[in-house]
């Protein structure tokens, strides 16, 4: 088997990806929508600075940032997107003042003739760049300072305890009060302005907006350019070029198969496994791995509600205390968390069983690692709720509180701790797993890619240390995404790829040689289109326009290698058949066949369907984003994680037959909840925002006045039938795993060698 190919391929892969990510990264740099030092009127008026920009934008991150609406179009989706609405407001109010000094009484008062006019008047105002770089400022006109003056009269008003508002906050879930101060409102609207003043002024020597035309605006001729259509045409060209150039390798491969079949052991190795005090110890993270997945689905029933209730839960009002910007934070969070820690620990487990290794401290090691998750888990939460609750100042908040930023929400300090005991994990990882290497028959290659795997897991945490708290909003969305892509979506990928072939090859279900190709060549093919495709997630965050380009196109051939995945999922079901005892691991297989199915449904379909640029354009910040953030994150990392969760939990109670009937009832209600979830509430409400923000722009598509009418309303209701079996689902996942402690999930009898175990002595110690 040659191998040398197959490494060069994938060092070509990673070193030219990055190549060309790092250098549009600092493209970016030089090009972000700029941050004046001070805005003016012509006749000199300061109305505020760029510090009060800087300080808003962390005002706006310590209520929860992008877990209260959105900016750009990334974050939640209740309240409004806040560039979006404050660059609307700010047209409308322009437009109807101008009506009145022509005697009208509001603008849709005037003749189409009359309208025109103003709209040409008003584009000439807004799109038209002021910015000088000489001296820092920004000039507006001062009609223009007027409409700036309402529109922060209203988040004055909406911020705070206007009863007039009630409503509106009702429907924006968002508590009264929520920023204390008329100074702190102040800033924040500052940084609202300059967030919308991106999205409407036109790139110095372009005719095209810092944020490439983004959001659909008719008022000022917000519209997708020409690049982000031919881009888009081009993506799903090369899409079809990509999947008939797989299909062709893949068909040639098959052809070149030794037929000589891989042949199965009789028994199962397993049985010879015997865990050693390391790995009997990573049995306390799968318990947490059950116990957070089972919170986390409990905060989601919450969230989804709050966009119901508003402020209550079936008329209690739990906004008081748990408001929609901490229960969803908590809900995003802990879902990495959980997913995390179900494969951190699933390293920790197979790590010795692969060397047959037990190194000194080593359960000390994993131990001490287990006290630090919980410290962060529990420390970060506490800390985004006092952030919420604004009783943390900026710079607090910043280090302890809640960065505002969806997915890496933990404040500073947690985010180094957890990146600490990340590459305290990939120590203990290495250290079990290189006496392996001096094995002569281990295949190196596989190993290597599993370490290299490994050590990527921490190495890119680590960019969500490049921001800091005035960093310019387009450079820190550059950075997230490297987490939220890269690690998330990316490198978490390949280790699981790793991981599932490696259990395979340990139980003799693979040849290991067949195997380290394999992982090699699909890990090659998957990051040279994932890596330069996390642009495409930052076609409209202030980023040069080549990034539309390169994001389409890479996006797209992330998803080729997605529409072989039924023959993953048909390989997996089929070595769940091919010797007898290979019966006792169905239901972890069975989680990985769900793992390829929603690989295709969630990442490849939903995935597609709203990356190519002209799709984002009016998809951006809708709730056809969380269709595909629900189906690729938790119907493939978290399925994934159930079932790398089950095999570890098979190995220590390996000699015991399991009871499944609560677990195969947990598998489908999970998978079948998640189904309904989707089809039944969240992609029918996106459709339909989709529509309205073709027809009227992004601003009416997250309006309190589309989004509450009783159509919107009832789809939202028919969300509970989905969340309600997707739940029943998770509990009684809960209580299966409880059953292996207490015994109710173990039958009692002989075992695979003819020892005879009482329930109570078959549990998992």
């Given at each position: 088997m040659r191998y040398g190919r197959l490494w060069l391929g994938l060092a070509t892969v990673i070193i030219g990806s990055f190549a060309v990510l790092i250098y549009y990264g600092t493209e970016l740099y030089r090009m972000a929508p700029p941050v004046p030092e001070r805005v003016v009127t012509t006749e000199g008026k300061v109305l505020f600075t760029g510090e009060d920009v800087k300080e808003g934008q962390n005002v706006w991150q310590s209520m929860g940032g992008q877990e209260v609406g959105s900016v750009w179009g990334h974050g939640a989706y209740v309240a409004p997107d806040w560039s979006a609405d404050y660059l609307h407001r700010e047209l409308t109010w322009m437009l109807d003042h101008w009506a009145v000094e022509k005697g009208a009484a509001n603008y849709e008062a005037l003749d189409a003739e009359a309208r025109a006019g103003l709209r040409e008047r008003l584009k000439g105002e807004i799109r038209r760049n002021t910015y000088?770089?000489?001296?820092?400022?920004?000039?507006?006109?001062?009609?223009?300072?007027?409409?700036?003056?309402?529109?922060?009269?209203?988040?004055?008003?909406?911020?705070?305890?206007?009863?007039e508002l009630h409503e509106l906050?009702?429907?924006?879930?968002?508590?009264?009060?929520?920023?204390?101060?008329?100074?702190?409102?102040?800033?924040?609207?500052?940084?609202?302005?300059?967030?919308?003043?991106?999205?409407?002024?036109?790139?110095?020597?372009?005719?095209i907006t810092y944020t490439n035309n983004w959001p659909s605006e008719t008022l000022i001729e917000n519209r997708p350019s020409g690049q982000i259509i031919v881009w888009s045409v081009a993506s799903f060209v090369l899409l079809l070029a990509g999947i008939g150039a797989l299909a062709w390798y893949f068909a040639v491969e098959r052809g070149r198969?030794?037929?000589?079949?891989?042949?199965?052991?009789?028994?199962?190795?397993?049985?010879?496994?015997?865990?050693?005090?390391?790995m009997r110890a990573t049995l306390k993270y799968f318990w947490v791995v059950i116990a957070l997945a089972v919170v986390q689905v409990g905060l989601g029933a919450v969230t989804a509600h709050y966009g119901v209730e508003g402020s209550g839960f079936y008329g209690f009002p739990l906004a008081e205390w748990l408001p929609y910007s901490v229960t969803r934070t908590w809900h995003t969070q802990l879902g990495i968390f959980w997913i995390a820690t179900a494969w951190l620990a699933t390293g920790l487990f197979i790590a010795p069983a692969v060397s047959g290794h037990e190194p000194k401290f080593q359960k000390l090691g994993v131990d001490f690692l287990f006290v630090c998750v919980l410290i962060i888990v529990v420390g970060s939460m506490f800390g985004q709720w006092l952030g919420v609750q604004q009783r943390l100042g900026n710079t607090a908040n910043f280090w302890f509180?809640?960065?505002?930023?969806?997915?890496?929400?933990?404040?500073?300090?947690?985010?180094?701790?957890?990146?600490?005991?990340?590459?305290?994990?990939?120590?203990?990882?290495?250290?079990?797993?290189?006496?392996?290497?001096?094995?002569?028959?281990?295949?190196?290659?596989?190993?290597?890619?599993?370490?290299?795997?490994?050590?990527?897991?921490?190495?890119?945490?680590?960019?969500?240390?490049?921001?800091?708290?005035?960093?310019?909003?387009?450079?820190?969305?550059?950075?997230?995404?490297?987490?939220?892509?890269?690690?998330?979506?990316?490198?978490?990928?390949?280790?699981?790829?790793?991981?599932?072939?490696?259990?395979?090859?340990?139980?003799?279900?693979?040849?290991?040689?067949?195997?380290?190709?394999?992982?090699?060549?699909s890990t090659s093919i998957f990051l040279s289109g994932g890596i330069i495709g996390t642009f495409h997630h930052l076609y409209f965050t202030g980023t040069p326009t080549v990034v539309t380009a390169l994001g389409a196109i890479f996006s797209a051939l992330e998803v080729v290698p997605l529409v072989l995945i039924g023959f993953e999922a048909y390989e997996n079901l089929s070595l769940s058949r091919v010797r007898p005892w290979v019966s006792a691991y169905r239901m972890p297989i069975l989680f990985f066949v769900s793992v390829a199915f929603w690989n295709l449904v969630g990442a490849g379909l939903f995935g597609f369907f709203i990356n190519p640029p002209i799709a984002l354009y009016y998809m951006q910040g809708l709730n056809t984003t969380p269709v595909h953030g629900h189906t690729a994150l938790f119907g493939v990392y978290g399925m994934l994680g159930i079932g790398l969760t089950l095999f570890c939990l098979k190995g220590l109670t390996i000699h015991r037959a399991w009871k499944t009937g609560v677990l195969s009832f947990a598998f489908w209600s999970i998978n079948i909840g998640l189904a309904l979830m989707v089809l039944l509430s969240l992609l029918p409400v996106g459709l339909l925002?989709?529509?309205?923000?073709?027809?009227?722009?992004?601003?009416?598509?997250?309006?309190?006045?589309?989004?509450?009418?009783?159509?919107?309303?009832?789809?939202?209701?028919?969300?509970?039938v989905g969340d309600t079996i997707f739940a029943a689902g998770i509990v009684a996942l809960g209580w299966f795993v409880l059953g292996l402690k207490g015994g109710w999930s173990l039958e009692p009898g002989p075992d695979a060698v003819g020892r005879t175990y009482p329930v109570e002595e078959a549990a998992v110690r």
């Open positions: 000088d770089p000489a001296t820092g400022d920004v000039t507006v006109s001062p009609v223009r300072a007027q409409a700036m003056a309402a529109v922060a009269s209203h988040y004055d008003a909406l911020f705070g305890d206007d009863p906050r009702d429907a924006y879930a968002i508590p009264a009060s929520s920023i204390k101060t008329p100074e702190r409102r102040a800033q924040l609207a500052a940084f609202f302005f300059w967030a919308a003043w991106a999205c409407s002024t036109e790139r110095p020597g372009e005719t198969e030794d037929l000589d079949r891989h042949e199965p052991p009789e028994r199962d190795p397993l049985l010879a496994l015997n865990p050693t005090p390391s509180g809640h960065q505002g930023y969806e997915y890496v929400d933990l404040g500073r300090f947690w985010q180094i701790f957890l990146t600490v005991g990340l590459f305290l994990w990939l120590a203990l990882m290495v250290r079990a797993i290189a006496p392996a290497f001096r094995h002569p028959d281990t295949n190196r290659h596989l190993l290597g890619l599993f370490l290299l795997a490994s050590a990527a897991i921490p190495l890119f945490y680590t960019p969500g240390l490049m921001w800091h708290r005035h960093t310019n909003l387009a450079i820190a969305e550059y950075w997230r995404w490297w987490v939220v892509h890269l690690w998330v979506e990316g490198f978490f990928e390949v280790f699981a790829t790793v991981v599932i072939a490696f259990l395979f090859t340990r139980m003799g279900l693979l040849r290991t040689s067949t195997a380290a190709a394999a992982v090699l060549f925002q989709t529509w309205a923000s073709v027809e009227h722009g992004m601003w009416y598509a997250r309006s309190a006045e589309f989004m509450q009418t009783p159509t919107m309303h009832t789809l939202r209701w028919m969300r509970v």
